[in-house]
């Protein structure tokens, strides 16, 4: 499976802006927390039995407000990025995003790897998901020999992974609830459909709270992983508090 990754570069102001907009995050560490969580889901589908290609965002589709401040072209700053997460990057496909959208962006990426390349099968992996496992990435390729489409559910309503054999109408599949929408979409194109394992995203306050509490309990074990966003959140100070939202943390709590 070719498992596409969909990364901006991770500017302030620029991503994760809700969680900057409803918790004590602020837009700085807002986009260190991205980067982390990037670095942990490259990570993981590096050591997946999957083909690794990052689909960048490019001076063609970010805001010019992002690009009047990138130090170097889009395309160098998420390299550097993929470079600092992975012993090696030769194996690894970059290519840029096309589309006004990110449904427009993501149909494209997999319309074109299953019809103009004949690729068998293309997963989309967000790079806001750094609880993912290659376990899981394997997993749902190993779906696929049943199921034409496979959807991973994450924090409300959303998807961190969607997986396929064939295209579907990417005209707005991403429309919240993404989960149910995609699924919606598969059914309509006569496709069969499955489902992965639940992974929170951090890119709601919700499932920044699910993958904090999930660290701290893997912190626990001898199998913590997602060390880079762990270490993130360990900088920014960050825990859940007794009203299951985000709060400030007071005292030394590492993961």
Do not use: W
Not at 152 to 163: E, I, N, V
């Amino acid at each position: 499976m070719i498992v596409v990754v969909p990364v901006s570069p991770p500017r302030a102001g620029h991503v994760l802006s809700a969680l900057v907009e409803s918790t004590p995050i602020s837009a700085g560490e807002a986009a260190s927390l991205y980067e982390a969580a990037a670095s942990d889901v490259l990570r993981a589908v590096a050591a997946s039995g999957g083909t690794l290609l990052v689909n960048y965002r490019d001076e063609e589709t970010l805001p010019e407000s992002v690009v009047s401040e990138l130090e170097t072209d889009a395309e160098t700053i998420v390299r550097d990025l993929a470079a600092s997460a992975l012993e090696n990057i030769e194996d690894v496909r970059f290519e840029r995003q096309v589309g006004s959208t990110h449904a427009a962006r993501i149909g494209n990426t997999v319309t074109h790897l299953l019809e103009r390349e004949e690729a068998d099968t293309v997963g989309v992996l967000e790079p806001t998901a750094p609880l993912v496992e290659r376990s899981q990435v394997d997993g749902a390729a190993m779906s696929l020999r049943r199921n034409d489409v496979v959807l991973g559910p994450s924090s409300g309503g959303r998807t961190y992974l969607a997986a396929f054999t064939a295209p579907i109408d990417f005209t707005d599949a991403y429309a919240p609830p993404s989960l149910s929408t995609l699924a919606g979409r598969t059914k309509t194109a006569g496709l069969g459909l499955g489902f992965a394992p639940m992974v929170p995203t951090i890119a709601t306050e919700s499932g920044l709270c699910a993958t904090v509490a999930a660290l701290e309990a893997r912190a626990e074990t001898d199998r913590p992983g997602a060390p880079a966003t762990a270490a993130a959140l360990e900088k920014i100070g960050m825990e859940v508090g007794g009203d299951e939202s985000l709060e400030r943390r007071e005292t030394d709590n590492s993961f």
